[in-house]
């Protein structure tokens, strides 16, 4: 296989997936080596900004016209498209609380500077433009970013993760935070491949990872109530990495 | 003649932002530090969580600093609720910073600004000649990597740092591990010292600089302590956590996402190179001596020695780290169940040294435990007017006038801060009248 070419970029966000990448320590003279790595801002000033590239790895929201410019650009010169952490794939913390008033809050902060500042509601890449492989977390795993990028360059399909952390966790026998401690665990109705981190420490789960495909949102939140949590904070735990907001949305709307 | 030196956009550091700089003959007429990163809001979103939510959310202001912005959250909250964590708790959130600390620096020495002392677009390029010194950073970036990961959970956003205290503390094995890679880490910094003393010199700008640090009651502790000590050749004043807005003045400045910050209507800097300046009395023998090595004179009025204060920290940190291990290896671990907190209307602020410097956050909390106010002052905000100072005075002190040596320089200088321009951004509201 020649060495493809490859661009990271990062929108808007905390540059943690970015930062993963970099953590490779032990495998980074190798990735180097197997990837031509031509666009890379936060590593290289040697950037060639116009080239084709066979991947473009995309961490971050878009939260600008700015963003959403360079997010344009990214996908007309790129043959596959990665979206890389939680922000990029679901829209990640900024995206959480969608009903605040934006131009409010930025006078509020800046004053009548704000007025001219290029903002906009937080979106995930795929809102804007066609994605070909999300790889959700906040921060992604290593492992399976590094898997996932090495099958897609060998023309395989890269496996993803498609339980719950909850399932993660049964697995390894952790004690059930959600029976045992009562905790607004979010394990249940969050993607797995974290191997439930979190819950292993004996934290509940707060859903870094966005949602899992097919949660039982109703029963989770009946079970919830039921441990003395009120509708309004679940509604608000469910959106804090804006993966749930579509349905935590509907959770408030029964409220009203 | 007027001239303009524009960086559009700054490489190899974390974050967007760009320098403008109007030449005027060869004086200085406009300076700007520009960021133009995205607004996220926290403030917006953090009003209304509850207590126990907090610091995930607030952790995500940036990545390489998940820590500090993690921990001084979990301060600050545990000082509105009126508890105080135990000693341990203490000495493994400041062992967390360690690990921070020596990730974030190697990072920054090893990857984004020694290629520049030696004329590389970056450490992949680097790499193809000076194998050994990029493997000797990615072994120190990957030690603090390992401190965090074993005692925080997490190397980005820790997850096992809680309110009260931690999760699950680390074992027994987990820490003779610890005891093992930090002793290489020993032997690693003394090659990086080494290492560092080959670099050509840069001497780019000399100004009389004020500098802000945290001073800890032990020596040059990240987590421990509340003290602001700002230093300028005037000498050194002391405030309280709770006056922190009387140290700071912020500015609004129309071309960029973070606001200026002043100290008596004069920049003033934060990070390592502060840090050194406030605390230099107080150093180990080892770190004396990577002082003297380097050349590094404190206080330093040369922005690019924070590029040698960083190394002389990774030496602190290395030796402070592994003196924490064995201690906790020879005590044995406590096992302390977190602190239960119960929450009540007050408000609480925390001061903390996160690697780029000063770290506060404040918030006030309802009876109900619910965030009613926020505000988050990161390194790199109070930094920024700092960075256009030291622009200016460098173009001005230049001899050499060609723009794209003035354009180097100029990188060369942002770069020494280390901006972390996510963190930068202001993420917060002024705090408000309940």
């Not at chain 1, 949102?217 to 804090?240: H, P, Q, W």
């Amino acid at each position: 296989m020649s060495r493809p070419n490859v661009g990271i970029f990062g929108l808007t966000g905390c540059a943690g997936d970015q930062l993963v990448i970099l953590n490779c320590e032990d495998r980074f003279l190798h990735i180097i080596a197997a990837l031509n790595i031509r666009d890379f801002a936060m590593a290289s000033s040697d950037n060639d900004s116009a080239c084709d590239l066979d991947l473009a790895i995309v961490e971050g929201a878009v939260l600008s016209r700015r963003d959403e410019e360079q997010l344009e650009r990214i996908r007309a010169r790129s043959r596959i498209l990665v979206a890389i952490g939680t922000c990029a794939v679901w829209g990640g913390i900024a995206a959480m609380d969608g009903d605040t008033d934006r131009s409010q809050l930025v006078r509020d902060i800046y004053g009548e500077c704000g007025e001219q500042f290029d903002t906009t509601p937080a979106r995930a890449l795929h809102e804007i433009v066609g994605v070909d492989l999300n790889i959700s977390g906040c921060p992604i795993e290593e492992e399976e970013f590094l898997s996932g990028i090495s099958n897609l360059l060998n023309g395989d399909l890269p496996i993803a993760p498609t339980t719950p952390v909850c399932a993660e966790c049964k697995m390894r026998e952790y004690n059930c935070l959600l029976t045992e401690r009562v905790d607004m665990c979010l394990g249940p109705l969050t993607l797995g491949g974290c191997n439930a981190r979190c819950p292993g420490l004996s934290i509940g789960c707060v859903g870094c990872r966005g949602p899992v495909d097919d949660a039982n949102l109703e029963s989770v939140t009946a079970l919830f109530m039921e441990n003395g949590f009120g509708r309004e904070d679940i509604a608000r735990k469910l959106r804090t990495f804006a993966g749930l907001r579509v349905v935590a949305h509907t959770l408030s709307e029964d409220e009203s | 003649m007027k001239r303009k030196i524009v960086v559009d956009h700054l490489c190899r550091v974390e974050g967007h932002g760009g320098i403008t700089v109007e030449l005027d003959g060869d004086v200085v007429s406009d300076v700007q530090f520009q960021v133009f990163e995205g607004l996220r809001l926290v403030e917006g979103l953090v009003r209304g969580r509850r207590y126990e939510d907090v610091s995930q959310i607030v952790s995500r202001i940036c990545a390489i600093c998940s820590v500090a912005h993690a921990l001084t959250s979990l301060k600050a909250t545990e000082e509105a609720s009126g508890i105080e964590s135990s000693p341990q708790t203490v000495r493994l959130r400041d062992l967390m910073y360690r690990g921070e600390n020596i990730e974030s620096h190697a990072l920054h020495l090893f990857f984004l600004a020694i290629p520049d002392y030696l004329d590389y677009a970056g450490a992949a390029e680097m790499a193809a000649d000076h194998r050994e010194a990029v493997a000797l950073g990615l072994r120190l970036k990957q030690l603090g990597n390992a401190i965090q990961e074993t005692i925080g959970g997490r190397a980005v956003h820790p997850v096992n740092a809680i309110l009260g205290g931690f999760g699950k503390l680390p074992s027994f094995d987990q820490l003779i591990s610890l005891q093992r890679r930090l002793r290489q880490g020993m032997v690693d910094c003394e090659a990086a010292v080494d290492l560092f003393t080959t670099l050509p010199s840069t001497e780019y700008c000399q100004i009389d600089t004020t500098y802000a640090a945290k001073r800890s009651p032990d020596p040059y502790g990240y987590y421990p302590g509340d003290e602001i000590v700002v230093r300028s050749n005037e000498g050194s004043e002391v405030y309280d956590p709770g006056d922190y807005r009387a140290v700071i003045r912020e500015e609004t400045v129309p071309y960029s996402h973070a606001k200026l910050s002043l100290h008596k209507d004069k920049p003033f800097m934060v990070g390592a190179l502060a840090r050194l300046a406030i605390d230099h009395d107080r150093l180990s023998s080892r770190a004396r001596h990577a002082v003297r090595m380097l050349g590094l004179p404190l206080p330093s009025g040369n922005p690019m020695d924070n590029n040698k204060a960083q190394m002389v920290e990774l030496v602190i940190d290395v030796e402070h780290a592994l003196l924490t291990v064995e201690q906790l290896i020879d005590e044995g671990l406590q096992q302390e169940k977190p602190i239960a907190i119960h929450p009540r209307a007050d408000t609480g602020t925390a001061v903390t040294e996160a690697p780029r410097g000063l770290l506060i956050h404040s918030y006030t909390y309802d009876s109900d435990g619910r965030v009613v106010a926020a505000d988050v002052v990161t390194p790199t905000a109070m930094n920024a007017a700092s960075m256009e100072n030291h622009f200016r005075h460098a173009v001005e002190q230049s001899v050499e006038k060609d723009l794209p040596e003035l354009k180097r320089k100029l990188e060369m200088i942002a770069r020494a801060y280390d901006p972390c321009i996510s963190c930068s951004v202001h993420l917060v509201r002024k705090r408000h009248a309940i």
